[in-house]
C-alpha cells in the first residue's frame, strides 16, 4: 500500500481545529493509501492512539511567519518525508465534507497538485493579487499567471513537493535579506513555482468557503476562522489597545442636516436596517450659519456611544443589520475610521483622491450604490476591491459615511480654524486618525447607497490648496507598496486631472501651484511619457 505523508501544521490557538479535520480524514480521504500525519505544533494533540499520527515540535513564530516559513518546517523532517509516496498540505481549519480518492492525486505528467482559489475563480486576470514587486521572486508579471492558486491545499509526489518546498523556501529567504515579504506569503509564491509547469489544478470544491456561494461541490470546506475568535485570536496577535467587545453595541449618528429636521425616509431607513441600539443627532444647518467642520464638532459634544458614525443626509441603506457590522469592524483595537469609499495613496500633489488611479494600481477603494440626484435612473454600484476582503486599509475615507471611535475625539477634532466650509474634512479627519496611530478601512460587508450631484467648484480648489499646504510634510502617504514608475504615472495622471478641474472652474495653473509642485510634476510627465 502507498504512503501519503499529510502535513499539518496547527501552533498557537490553531490547535482548535485538529480534532474536527482528523476526524474527516480518516473517514473521507483517500482509504486506498495509508495515511501518515506529521502534526506541527507547540500544543497536547490528541493522537487517538494512531501510530501514524507524529507530532513534531514546532514553537509558534509569528504572524506572518508560521505561514511564510511552513516550507522550513517541511524540511526540517526531509528524511522521514522521503519514505511517503506522495506528500499534501493542508491548511489546519478545514473538513472533509464527503468521500476523496485517487483523483487528487497527480497523473505521471503532473509535477504538483494545486487548487484553484474560491474567490477569484470568476475573476478577470487584472483582480489576482499576485506578487507585482519586481525586486521579489514571487513577482509575476502582468502577461503571466491565468489561474489564482490557493495556498491552503497542495501536493504531489514525495519528490515534487520535497522540490517545491526547498526552491520555495530558498526564495523566500532571498526576499527576507532585502526585506521583502510577498504580499500573500507562502501563496504568492507557490503561484510564481508554478507557472510554466505541468500542474493539475483541484476545483474550489476542496476549498469551499463556509457561508459562500459559489457554483461548486463542496467537498472540503474552510472553516469560518471569525467562529473561532477571528483571525486576530488564532494568531495571537498581541492587542496593543483595548477593544470595544466589552462596551454594548450602540452607535451615534450625526448629521449635519440642510433642513430643520432630517428627512423621514432616511430616519425611516436607518431605523430599520441598524439593527442596534442608536442615537441620531441632527445638526440644524437650515440657515448655513455652521461649516461642516463646526457642525460636526457640536455633533460630537453631544455623543454617547463609542463609536460615532457621520453621515451625509442623502443616503439610502441596503445593508440589513449594518450597525452591528460596523461595531465589529471596530474589534481589532488599531482600527481608528472605517469608511465605503477612499484612497490607499495620497499624493503629493494637491488634487483629486481619486485621480491617482490610472486604472491597473487598485490605488482606490469603493463600495456603494450612486444614483444621481437629478436623474433617479441612472444609478449604477461601483465596486473597487483590490483583493478579496472584508476590509481593505486605506489612507483616507469619503465624508459620504465615515466612523471614527468616539475615544479619539479626546485628541482630535474637525479643523473648523483652518477651513470653512464643506470640503475635505473627511480627508483632513483620516490624517488627524492616520496621526495617531491607527488604521482606516474600507469595508465590504455594508452597502449603501448615495443620492447625490457632485459640484466641485472653486470652494472645493480652495480647501484643496489648504489642505495640501497643511499635511505638506506627511506627503504623499501609503497604506501600500508602490513601485517608484507607478507612483510617478499616479501622481501625473492626478496633476493632469486636477488641471482640468482648474480650468473647468477659470482658473490658471500657475495660479494653484506652487513653481516646486509644477516641476515636480514635469518630471513626472517626461518620466511617464518615455515608458509609452
Known amino acids: 500500500m502507498k504512503k501519503i505523508g499529510i502535513l499539518y501544521i496547527c501552533t498557537g490557538k490553531y490547535t482548535i481545529f485538529w480534532e474536527g479535520f482528523y476526524q474527516s480524514a480518516e473517514k473521507f480521504l483517500l482509504p486506498e493509501l495509508e495515511k501518515h500525519y506529521f502534526v506541527f505544533t507547540d500544543g497536547e494533540i490528541n493522537t487517538y492512539g494512531n501510530p501514524f499520527v507524529k507530532i513534531i515540535e514546532q514553537e509558534k513564530l509569528g504572524w506572518p511567519f508560521d505561514t511564510l516559513y511552513r516550507f522550513n518546517m517541511f ?37 504538483l497538485v494545486v487548487t484553484q482559489h474560491p ?55 532571498i526576499d527576507y535579506k532585502k526585506g521583502i515579504i510577498a504580499l500573500w506569503h507562502d501563496e504568492s509564491h507557490i503561484n510564481r513555482y508554478i507557472i510554466g509547469k505541468n500542474v493539475k489544478i483541484l476545483p474550489p470544491s476542496y476549498l469551499y468557503k463556509q457561508d459562500s456561494n459559489i457554483p461548486f461541490e463542496q467537498k472540503i470546506l474552510i472553516l469560518n476562522k471569525d467562529d473561532f475568535g477571528g483571525h486576530d485570536f488564532l494568531r495571537q496577535i498581541p492587542q496593543k489597545r483595548s477593544a470595544i467587545k466589552t462596551l454594548p453595541l450602540m452607535i451615534s449618528i450625526v448629521i449635519c442636516n440642510k433642513n430643520k429636521e432630517v ?4 430616519c425611516h431607513n436607518i431605523e430599520k436596517t441598524i439593527k442596534v441600539e442608536h442615537e441620531i443627532i441632527v445638526i440644524d444647518n437650515s ?32 445593508t440589513e443589520g449594518w450597525g452591528e457590522k460596523i461595531v465589529n469592524h471596530f474589534l481589532n483595537p488599531d482600527t481608528g475610521m472605517i469608511g465605503i469609499s477612499g484612497p490607499r495613496y495620497i499624493s503629493k500633489i494637491p488634487g483629486i483622491w481619486w485621480g491617482i488611479e490610472t486604472g491597473n494600481n487598485n490605488a482606490i477603494c469603493q463600495n456603494c450604490i450612486n444614483t444621481d440626484r437629478n436623474n433617479l435612473s441612472k444609478s449604477h454600484k ?7 476582503s472584508l476590509e481593505i486599509e486605506v489612507v483616507a475615507l469619503d465624508g459620504l459615511f465615515f466612523c471614527i471611535r468616539k475615544e479619539l475625539f479626546e ?99 500657475c495660479s494653484f501651484f506652487t513653481k516646486e509642485e509644477l516641476l515636480y510634476s514635469y518630471n513626472n510627465m517626461i518620466f511617464t511619457f518615455s515608458l509609452r
Not at 506528500?87 to 505528467?109: C, D, H, K, R, T
Not at 428627512?263 to 432616511?266: C, G, I
Not at 469595508?443 to 480652495?462: F, G, N
Not at 502617504?477 to 486636477?498: C, G
Open 75 to 111: 524540511l526540517k523532517i526531509e528524511n522521514q518525508l522521503q519514505e511517503m509516496d506522495y506528500l499534501f498540505f493542508f491548511n489546519s481549519n478545514l473538513v472533509i465534507m464527503q468521500a476523496i480518492g485517487n483523483e487528487i492525486l497527480p497523473s505521471e505528467q503532473d509535477e
Open 119 to 173: 474567490g477569484f475563480f470568476n475573476k478577470e486576470r487584472r483582480k489576482f493579487t499576485y506578487e507585482t514587486n519586481k525586486k521579489s521572486t514571487a513577482y509575476i508579471a502582468k502577461n503571466e499567471g491565468q489561474v489564482y492558486i490557493a495556498g491552503g491545499l497542495n501536493g504531489g509526489t514525495t519528490q515534487n513537493f520535497l522540490k517545491l518546498a526547498k526552491t520555495l523556501s530558498q526564495n523566500i529567504d
Open 263 to 266: 428627512l423621514p425616509e432616511l
Open 287 to 318: 440657515l448655513n450659519k455652521h461649516s461642516i467642520f463646526e457642525a460636526y464638532n457640536i455633533g460630537v459634544k453631544q455623543c454617547i456611544n463609542p463609536i460615532i458614525c457621520f453621515i451625509h443626509d442623502d443616503l439610502i441603506f441596503h
Open 382 to 388: 461601483v465596486l473597487i476591491q483590490p483583493y478579496q
Open 411 to 509: 485628541k482630535i477634532s474637525f479643523d473648523e480654524i483652518s477651513y470653512k466650509g464643506f470640503h475635505f474634512y473627511d480627508l483632513d479627519i483620516s490624517m488627524q486618525v492616520k496621526s495617531c496611530g491607527y488604521k482606516l478601512y474600507c469595508i465590504y460587508d455594508v452597502l449603501m447607497e448615495h443620492i447625490s450631484a457632485s459640484k466641485l467648484d472653486k470652494e472645493w480648489v480652495s480647501a484643496a490648496r489648504i489642505f495640501f499646504n497643511k499635511w505638506k510634510d506627511s506627503l504623499p502617504i501609503s497604506a501600500y507598496s508602490i513601485p517608484p514608475k507607478d507612483r510617478k504615472k499616479m501622481e501625473f495622471n492626478n496633476f493632469k486631472i486636477m488641471t482640468k478641474l482648474l480650468r473647468q472652474n477659470k482658473l490658471k495653473r
